[in-house]
């Protein structure tokens, strides 16, 4: 395994983040346990959850997931220190009105969010903690460009957010700060309210990153590298998409897109011509798709960690192995000329 720095927080994570939202939905308490013990005799020491999960998220099993990870912490204490758990509070971005009538980042429904968070998880503490989706409206979740909308509510102001943030990371309920599913202006902002000493500096922003969505090169990595600002990309594989296990129309009956249709980031037009050439580099190169793709996100120089998931002990080793696959100059080329004839797809 290798090890990054988070941000200027001093700490060390894996290259490798176990990701859990299916846990509690696609996965039970046993299995979510069984992969974090795998993760962690793999090198893992970071783990990334939310208070939204599992996903689809429902009503009947909101905060599964949170649980099954504090059941594992509550059999494990004294491991607790071996691992950096992250999880992130819900705001109106995620459009789920069952989370506290809808939610926000405002002090009275991040307090609510991280007192039951900290219950679910059964532990005093919170190693990360971070903003799930912005509360103003924003390019997110397959849109490139801003709609301007000066009568949109803007939701919690920021300064607000931050200094809630604040007085978490003082009472020692959380000790870092991070961003989810942000823009360029939103990561400047909380840097310079940071700045101006109004709260605790942003550790990392956490938004998708793959070979079908590479859309944070565009305004988001030269920021976050000249800002220490670390990327923990999600959504490697696309859903599963560049695995290649959806081509020419095949649906296993166990896979994500095939269960749930609400599922549609990575199922546009484009999506599948892309995915083709990319599963084709990988196959004459000798190479696992899926492995392949995960080197390519974790390889990039901007990347502090790669989230994966998986709903079988089998698939997360080999997206676990994939640290261990370095991409050759000719791959990378291939991959590019892919990326220049069809850019971001699914954004």
């Not at 998220?57 to 059941?71: F, N, V």
Request: overall charge positive; charged content about 20%; proline content about 6%.
């Amino acid at each position: 395994m290798q090890y990054r720095k988070l941000g200027r927080t001093g700490l060390s994570v894996s290259a490798i983040c176990l990701g859990t939202m299916t846990w509690g939905e696609q996965n039970t308490e046993a299995e979510g346990h069984a992969q974090i013990d795998l993760a962690l005799s793999k090198g893992v020491n970071f783990i990334d959850a939310a208070e939204m999960y599992p996903v689809p998220p429902k009503p009947e099993t909101y905060g599964s997931t949170e649980a099954i990870l504090g059941t594992w912490l509550a059999k494990n204490r004294a491991r607790r220190a071996e691992l950096i758990v992250a999880t992130k509070v819900a705001s109106r971005g995620n459009g789920i009105a069952h989370i506290r009538n809808g939610s926000g980042l405002d002090a009275k429904n991040i307090r609510a969010a991280v007192d039951a968070s900290l219950k679910r998880l059964q532990t005093d503490y919170i190693d990360l903690y971070q903003t799930h989706v912005p509360d103003r409206p924003a390019n997110r979740f397959g849109r490139l460009d801003y709609a301007v909308d000066p009568a949109a509510d803007q939701g919690a102001p920021i300064e607000e957010t931050v200094a809630t943030m604040a007085a978490l990371a003082k009472e020692g309920k959380i000790r870092h700060f991070g961003v989810s599913n942000e823009t360029p202006w939103g990561v400047m902002r909380h840097l310079a309210l940071a700045d101006a000493g109004k709260g605790p500096r942003i550790a990392s922003i956490q938004n998708a990153f793959n070979l079908l969505n590479r859309s944070f090169d565009v305004g988001l990595t030269e920021m976050t590298v000249r800002e220490d600002v670390s990327l923990l990309a999600y959504s490697p594989l696309g859903m599963g998409v560049l695995a290649g296990k959806y081509l020419n129309g095949a649906r296993p009956p166990e896979g994500r897109l095939t269960r749930y249709s609400r599922f549609q980031r990575y199922s546009t037009p484009r999506a599948e011509p892309a995915a083709a050439e990319y599963v084709r580099i990988a196959r004459e190169a000798g190479l696992d798709p899926a492995q392949m793709a995960l080197a390519f996100v974790t390889g990039r120089p901007f990347v502090t960690s790669n989230i994966i998931g998986a709903t079988t002990l089998a698939q997360l080793s080999t997206n676990i192995a994939s640290i261990d696959v370095t991409l050759s100059a000719d791959v990378l080329a291939a991959i590019d000329r892919v990326h220049a004839m069809n850019p971001n797809p699914c954004p």
